[in-house]
Structures are given as structure tokens and as C-alpha cells.
């Protein structure tokens, strides 16, 4: 079973950056066949698209971080990152990683198109 593991969360004033990581426990070979997300869930909200990057290198992002977040990945270290800048406080949720397996050429936005999740990371913006 693979195991996604997120760090770099944190808290922060409007405005300001945080660089958040995703480290997959599994092959080199096989993290560069996947799809990689991230989503967030802020509370009694549902968990929302924020971003992907697919297996080849293009990267997807919801219309409400387009232009302040980055997604890339490093398949020689099986991570995914999420650079997030001008946050604002609409952005404090949890966030997490999300793998699919699928090689698809299409990026899905829904979370039951993933199938491995890490255990989130809470970002919390102070306006």
C-alpha cells in the first residue's frame, strides 16, 4: 500500500507563502506514471480540486489559486510539491496529496478519481 506523507503546513498571514511537500512511498518508475494532486478541505465544506500535475509534466489548477499556487514534481525523489503564495484567509483548510494510478491523459478533478491520499496538512491564513 502507498503511503503519501505531507509536510509544511503551517500558519501564516495574508500574503504571505508557504511551500507544501508530498513524499509517495513507491518505486521511482512507478511515481512517474502517476497523476498528483492536491486538494483541500476547509471545515463543513467538501474537499475541492486545488491543483495537479499529470505523469506528463502539465499542470492543472482550480480557477480560485490560478496565478498565486504552483504545482511540480521530482520523480527522482517521488515528491510533489505545492508553492502557494498571496495566500489569503479563503485559503485556510486542510490540504492533502492525492495519487492516481491511472495514466490517464485527461486530469480528473474529482476525489474518488484518486486512489491514494495522504493524512493532510492544516494551513490556517491570519487576515
Known amino acids: 500500500q502507498e503511503q503519501l506523507v505531507e509536510s509544511g503546513g503551517g500558519l501564516v498571514q495574508a500574503g504571505g507563502s508557504l511551500r507544501l511537500s508530498c513524499v509517495l512511498s513507491v518505486y521511482k518508475l512507478s511515481f512517474s506514471r502517476y497523476n498528483m494532486a492536491w486538494f483541500r478541505q476547509a471545515p463543513g465544506k467538501e474537499r475541492d480540486f486545488v491543483a495537479a500535475v499529470s505523469w506528463r509534466d502539465t499542470t492543472y489548477y482550480a480557477d480560485s489559486v490560478k496565478d498565486r499556487f504552483t504545482i511540480s514534481r521530482d520523480n527522482a525523489k517521488t515528491a510533489v510539491y505545492l508553492q502557494m503564495n498571496s495566500l489569503k484567509s479563503e485559503d485556510t483548510a486542510v490540504y492533502y496529496c492525492?495519487?492516481?494510478?491511472?495514466?490517464?491523459?485527461?486530469?480528473?478533478?474529482?476525489?474518488?478519481?484518486?486512489?491514494?491520499w495522504g493524512q493532510g496538512t492544516q494551513v490556517t491564513v491570519s487576515s
Open positions: 492525492a495519487a492516481d494510478r491511472s495514466m490517464r491523459m485527461v486530469i480528473r478533478r474529482t476525489s474518488d478519481d484518486y486512489d491514494y
